[in-house]
């Protein structure tokens, strides 16, 4: 994608003069129903995180997350991602939730190794995610 400025501009406008070197692979189409086929066909993706803190460990493989999510938040979304406890570096998978605050039940696939360390308890989770940009996009087109 190439992003043009208007150069001949004047120099000591308050305006940005920008200017980008770069192959076109495809022009934007000028009717309305191609523009939006378009923009779905494009794939701009954020890095999102999202931190939250261990609330109870019930065993050595399941845990019980808080602080993640609101209680509003759709939350089967989120489940079968990889949260990552950010003391030891042990990854987990979102299986399900624990009642109706927000709660998340997190499952090890290996045995955590602190599990019945009491400091474990209020350590810091991070999930990592991706979040396509395009679709809030598109949707201004329609």
């Not at 523009?35 to 999202?50: G, T, V």
């Not at 999510?69 to 406890?85: Q, R």
Request: with cysteine; aromatic share 8%.
């Amino acid at each position: 994608m190439v992003i043009a400025s208007k150069l001949d501009a004047d120099i000591e406008a308050k305006s940005c003069r920008l200017c980008f070197y770069g192959q076109v692979i495809r022009l934007l189409p000028n009717v309305e129903a191609d523009k939006i086929k378009y923009l779905e066909s494009i794939s701009i993706i954020k890095e999102k995180q999202r931190f939250g803190k261990i609330d109870k460990v019930v065993d050595n493989r399941n845990v019980h997350v808080r602080d993640l999510f609101t209680k509003e938040t759709a939350l089967d979304v989120f489940f079968n991602l990889k949260v990552k406890i950010v003391s030891t570096g042990q990854e987990g998978s979102i299986v399900g939730t624990f009642g109706k605050s927000g709660k998340l039940k997190v499952m090890f696939s290996e045995p955590l190794t602190e599990w019945n360390d009491p400091t474990l308890v209020g350590s810091d989770v991070v999930l990592s995610y991706k979040k396509s940009m395009m679709k809030k996009q598109v949707n201004k087109f329609r």
